[in-house]
């Protein structure tokens, strides 16, 4: 159940603070929340609660603020509840009419309300508060930047021995507990697979024979532990035992790696298509990206755009899409103009936004793109046109900047949130964030 709440808070901490009870008006905290539109966010917000049944919830300034400051301030949920609780003004910021000594949410309550909000509300906090920006002249109509990024997921980098262990090492337990419940004991060789695995993670240099003869040990110990994992269902089951959702997915997960795994083992490739990279979180893909010293990256790739220093994105997707597709630039386009009632003056991108479709497209739309002309150089130069592509190329550094900065700052930095939704959550979040930071720098 949801009861909604006057917004306009009253004169705060009158008892508590000097000075009448009131913030500094200068109080960085005041300020955004006088520009976060809160009515908007809770009209979003209740939609996902019963009006009469069920135990009341958190109100949404409450719940939105404890995020907003996680994300600005790079906290996490236990931290951001113990900032709040010391802080008047964020207090303010998250509602509150009087000063509480006290957590005002706890830091499970943050995860859970998330997790069932889903990124679509997350989306829509990160689109209406654009709107608002806009609204209030802190974001105007300039160019249209466009650029790609991939928003690093928090695993451990990928090998393909160090990824059967981590599936061994839960099938192994899982088979253990199993098999003390039907009575059962099962020899999963644990300790053998261990010594095997250390023995050669200690090794600092690893030969092709190395890897290939650990990596088929550890093949061997997988589909030896899949089996127990998978008669120890068998029986559970047998006596009416119910097997959990979370366990049958793991072992989906690991029977895939182990396929996976056994395919490029016996074909001596290193490819394959939907290959799985981390255990705990399978749904993660590597994304081949070329740059120098990161040639490969582990996370969701994410298609921006930049207009006046608003960083917004336009697709979210773990699969290895080109942010310079068409389909991507139209839906920068459309979006730009439903901001601004208008079409971009310009736009400017990397080399990869000079393909035919994307300047057929901008063209039809009477866009002026900074991109190189196609076919032969011309003899002569026209030297007014070449100033406006390097003046634009000058400027598209900075959704450059912007994006390092961002992830310097935890806005788009490894992502912590759970679940294959945390990635979109995260990312729309920390923008939602990083943008209102902005407009805090301009008032």
């Known amino acids: 159940m949801y009861r ?67 994300r600005m301030e790079g906290l996490s949920d236990a931290e951001v509840t113990v900032a709040v609780s010391e802080t008047p003004g964020m207090q303010y910021f998250c509602g509150a009419r009087r000063f509480e000594q006290k957590r005002l949410v706890s830091p499970s309550l943050l995860s859970k309300r998330r997790t069932a909000l889903g990124p679509d509300f997350f989306q829509k906090l990160d689109a209406i508060l654009s709107v608002t920006l806009v609204k209030g002249k802190m974001v105007k109509a300039r160019g249209l930047i466009m650029d790609g990024t991939v928003v690093d997921e928090k695993i451990k980098y990928p090998n393909d021995v160090g990824l059967l262990n981590d599936a061994r090492t839960w099938l192994v337990r899982t088979a253990q507990a199993m098999g003390r419940t039907v009575g059962q004991a099962y020899r999963t060789c644990s300790r053998t697979a261990g010594k095997v695995f250390l023995g050669f993670s200690k090794l600092k240099r690893k030969s092709k024979k190395t890897i290939r003869k650990a990596k088929k040990q550890m093949l061997q110990f997988v589909r030896r532990n899949i089996k127990q994992v998978k008669d120890a269902v068998g029986r559970m089951q047998t006596r009416g035992e119910r097997i959990g959702r979370g366990v049958r997915e793991k072992l989906a997960v690991a029977e895939q790696i182990f396929v996976q795994q056994w395919e490029m083992h016996r074909t001596k490739t290193m490819r394959i298509a939907d290959r799985i990279v981390s255990f705990s979180r399978p749904f993660v893909r590597p994304i081949k990206r070329g740059k120098s010293g990161k040639e490969v990256e582990f996370g969701p790739k994410v298609a921006l755009m930049h207009v006046d220093g608003c960083l ?34 310009w736009g400017a991108g990397d080399k990869l936004y000079g393909n035919r479709a994307v300047r057929d497209f901008l063209e039809s739309k009477g866009i002026k793109m900074s991109l190189r002309p196609l076919g032969r150089p011309a003899q002569t130069k026209d030297r007014k046109a070449e100033r406006w592509y390097r003046d634009k190329q000058n400027q598209r550094n900075r959704i450059e900047g912007r994006i390092g900065n961002a992830k310097e700052g935890d806005q788009l930095g490894p992502i912590r949130y759970p679940g294959e939704n945390g990635a979109q959550i995260w990312i729309y979040a920390g923008l939602a964030a990083l943008n209102l930071k902005l407009a805090l720098g301009r008032m």
């Open 4 to 70: 909604g709440s006057d917004s306009a808070t009253e004169e705060l901490f009158r008892d508590f603070l000097p000075f009448g009870g009131k913030l500094d008006e200068e109080n960085r905290w005041v300020k955004a929340g006088r520009i976060m539109p809160w009515g908007e966010l809770e009209t979003e917000y209740k939609t996902g609660f019963s009006r009469n049944h069920g135990r009341p919830s958190k109100e949404a300034r409450k719940m939105v603020g404890h995020w907003m400051i996680q």
């Open 312 to 345: 917004l994105a336009a697709r979210i997707d773990y699969g290895n899409f080109s942010e310079a597709d068409v389909a991507v630039v139209k839906a920068q386009v459309e979006r730009y103009e439903a901001l601004f009632g208008r079409l971009p003056p």
